[in-house]
């Protein structure tokens, strides 16, 4: 993978999410940034990691845009397993994660605390308590992990999922994670998106 600076990443990340609904066989970097919102010098340097060239009068290819986004990110790729931990409010509502139907992510086990939990819940894929995670993350070969616990319980679950060889956390909790520089966690809570917005500024 190309040595691309993390905020152009997460552009193109999106970017490619953009382009799987777009219809136009051709799109300009002008119509990228009345859509997304970028400056279209910023796009058209995002884009110029990946090697796709971009026409003088009608812009890129939207096919080979996404192709050349799906060789660099491996959207279409390897499936990637990944597991929930923490089983309640937030964790029960990802346990129907639509959204992955059509990914490359794999959502092949959940965990907590509560036995009576994982027993009682109903779920597409099997429900184990946090005894389990170690033995179950390295025979199910699961990558990442969806972290949605009570704060008290963050950090040192945390540390267990870098114990099992998780390669990235989703945290859903409020609190700030420490883990290894070789392990990378997106912080998604609604309290981080609404902070996060407000020092962007007033809107």
Not at 35 to 51: C, K
Not at 131 to 144: A, D, F, G, N, R
């Amino acid at each position: 993978m190309k040595d691309i600076p993390m905020p152009a990443r997460r552009r193109l990340v999106l970017l490619e999410r953009l382009l799987s609904n777009y219809t136009e066989k051709n799109i300009t970097s002008q119509k990228i940034q009345e859509l997304a919102g970028w400056s279209s010098a910023i796009i058209r340097r995002d884009i110029s990691y990946l090697g796709v060239n971009c026409g003088a009068t009608n812009g890129y290819r939207t096919s080979e845009l996404l192709a050349a986004l799906s060789r660099e990110f491996n959207f279409d790729g390897e499936v990637r397993h990944c597991c929930i931990v923490g089983l309640g409010r937030m964790g029960q509502a990802l346990l129907d994660a639509s959204e992955l139907y059509d990914s490359a992510f794999k959502i092949v086990a959940g965990f907590d605390t509560s036995v009576n939990k994982t027993e009682v819940l109903s779920s597409s894929f099997p429900l184990h308590p946090t005894t389990l995670m170690k033995k179950t993350i390295i025979e199910e070969k699961i990558s990442y992990a969806i972290l949605t616990v009570d704060k008290d319980e963050a950090q040192s679950l945390a540390n267990l999922l870098v114990e099992c060889g998780i390669k990235g956390i989703i945290n859903y909790t409020p609190c700030v994670l420490t883990v290894p520089k070789d392990v990378l966690v997106e912080n998604v809570g609604l309290l981080t998106a609404l902070e996060t917005l407000s020092v962007m500024g007033e809107v």
